[in-house]
């Protein structure tokens, strides 16, 4: 069954495909630096009326919560990373990769740069996560 992006049932489902991810435990090993929250902005022409934040409890290879919150919570998340929905969805079908896109201001991190560059590997793999969610884009 495809998920909407992004609606809850898919942040459901990205939570799930983290939790099962071996590659992902692996490389997120020592992650113990703080929550995540990704902001797709808004897009009127799309129905995203507002910012949407995704918000995950990352802690040591394991997503413990995975939620869509409000504007205030997720910026109180210690590492944002935000962008619009077309490079959201660049990212999630594997034609941008995610750590080249934050080096090139094409997505924008609020947080310690450095400390996501160095696990690089588990922002990948993350990624790889999203992409294995079955997606359908609001623009398709």
Same mark, same amino acid.
């Given at each position: 069954?495809?998920?909407?992006? +992004? ?10 495909? $983290? ?78 990769? +995610? ?38 884009? $609001?623009?398709?």
């Amino acid at each position: 069954m495809a998920h909407t992006f +992004p609606s809850d049932a898919w942040v459901k489902a990205f939570r799930q495909e $983290i939790n099962q991810s071996d590659a992902y435990r692996n490389s997120a090993a020592t992650w113990d630096a703080g929550d995540l929250c990704l902001v797709i902005t808004a897009n009127p022409a799309l129905g995203l009326k507002e910012d949407y934040y995704i918000w995950l409890d990352l802690d040591h290879g394991v997503c413990k919560k995975a939620k869509h919150v409000s504007s205030a919570e997720g910026e109180a998340a210690k590492f944002t990373i935000r962008a619009d929905y077309d490079r959201w969805k660049q990212i999630f079908n594997r034609e941008l990769h +995610p750590i080249m896109a934050m080096v090139q201001g094409k997505l924008k991190v609020k947080g310690h740069l450095f400390i996501i560059l160095k696990y690089k590997q588990a922002a990948q793999d993350l990624v790889e996560c999203a992409s294995n969610v079955v997606t359908k884009f $609001i623009d398709e």
